[in-house]
C-alpha cells in the first residue's frame, strides 16, 4: 500500500476530492491497486468485480466532527453496482446519494458511476445526507457503455420482493459467499455469465428467485439440460460424494435467461414467481445521428432542387446548340451534311374510304417530297 500526499494525489487524478461541504481531508490521501487493502476478506470478490483502485481517507470539520471514508474505482459502473450489492444487508435503510444507497446506523453505503464509497461518520447530523450528496457530484463518472449497468436487472420481478436482497454475481468466488441454489460449476462463468439473486416473499417464507444470462439461447439451453440432470441424478443417488448436491427448485427458460425458483416454495407460487421473468430482446441502433449542415434534410431538398433546375439548364443549352450547329452547317454547306427540304422521307398511305379493298390488297407507301 502507498501514502500519497493529497496535493500529489490530485496531480494523480486523485478521485476523492480534498475538501467538500465543509469537510477538510487530513494526512493524506491513501491509495492502493490491491484488492486486499480495501478489504482482505473479500479481496478475490472484488477483483472479480473488476476493481481497479482503492483510495481512503480521514475527513474534519470545525466543529470536531470526523469522517472516514473508502472508496473503490471499478473498470465500469458493473462492477460498483455488484459489489454495492454484495455488501448491502436488509436491514440497511434506502438513502437518496449517488445512484443507489443504503445506511446503517453511522455508516452510509452508495455507488456513483463506477465508484463504490463506503462513509462512516462519528456522528450524523441532519445535514450529513446532503454533505455526502456533494461528494458524489464531485466523483468522475465513467463514459459510454462503462456506465450502463447490467441488461439482466431489468427482467428481476419486482413483486413481492423483499428489500435490499438483490445481489448481482459475475464469478464463482461471489457466488460461493452468497446463498446460492446452484454453486458456481454448475452456473459455468466461463462463458461471460451474469447472475442475479433475489429474495421474495411467498406463501410458505422467503423463496429465491435466481436469473442467470448466459450470452446466447442456446448456451442457456444446454446449461438447463446439464442442471436438470444434476438435479435428477441428486435425486435418485442422494448423499453421494461425486456427484452436486443441489436442493429441489423450479427452472424456467426465457431466451438466455434460465430462472430457478428455490426454498419453501409450492409449485403454483414457483410457476408465479418464474412467470415474472420473461425475455424480451431490445435492437437498439446506436450509431450516433448528426444535425449538421451536411446532414441535414432541407438542405438535401434544397440541393436535388438546384440538381433539377441545373440539369433542365444543360437540356436546353444542349437542344439550342444542336439546333443552332444544324442551322449554321445547312447554311454553309447546303445539300452536304443535311438534305433540302424537299428530299425529307416520309410515309402516306393511299386509303379509299368509297370503296373497299380486296382481300389480297396490301397497303402501299410512296414517297413524295414534302
Known sequence: MTVVSSALRAEDNSFLPKSFAGWQVQSGIKHSAEPATADQANAPVLKEYGLREFESASYTREDGRKLAIRAIRFADATGAFGAFTFYNQPEMQRESIGDQASSFNQRILFYRGNILVDAVFD??????????????????????????????????????????????????????????????????????????????????????????????????????????????????????????????????????????????????????????????????????????????????????????????????VAGLAFGGIRIAFSRLLPGKLFKGPEEVEFISLHLDSGRSSPPDSKLSSSIKAS
Not at 436482497?165 to 454448475?186: C, H
Request: glycine residues 8%; hydrophobic residues 40%.
Open 123 to 316: 456522528r450524523l447530523s441532519a445535514m450529513s445526507a446532503a454533505e455526502l450528496r456533494e461528494l458524489a457530484g464531485t466523483l468522475p463518472r465513467p463514459t459510454g457503455n462503462a456506465n450502463n449497468l447490467p441488461p439482466v436487472l431489468a427482467y428481476v420481478p419486482r413483486k413481492d420482493y423483499i428489500r435490499n436482497t438483490e445481489k448481482y454475481v459475475v464469478g464463482p468466488l461471489g457466488l460461493a459467499r452468497i446463498a446460492s441454489p446452484l454453486p458456481g460449476n454448475l452456473v459455468d462463468f466461463s462463458t461471460g455469465t451474469e447472475v442475479v439473486l433475489a429474495r421474495y416473499q411467498v406463501s410458505g417464507g422467503e423463496a429465491t428467485l435466481m436469473v442467470i444470462s448466459y450470452p446466447t439461447p442456446q448456451i442457456a439451453t444446454e446449461h438447463m439440460k446439464a442442471i436438470d440432470a444434476t438435479r435428477s441424478l441428486a435425486q435418485q443417488k442422494p448423499g453421494e460424494a461425486s456427484i452436486v448436491n443441489v436442493g429441489p427448485f423450479y427452472d424456467k427458460r426465457s431466451g438466455p435467461l434460465l430462472a430457478i425458483a428455490a426454498g419453501p416454495i409450492s409449485q403454483s407460487d414457483a410457476r408465479a414467481l418464474l412467470g415474472g421473468v420473461n425475455y424480451d430482446a431490445d435492437v437498439t441502433w446506436n450509431q450516433n445521428t448528426f444535425f449538421d449542415k451536411r446532414n441535414n434534410l432541407a438542405n438535401l431538398l434544397v440541393n436535388i432542387i438546384l440538381l433539377c433546375g441545373i440539369l433542365m439548364g444543360l437540356a436546353l
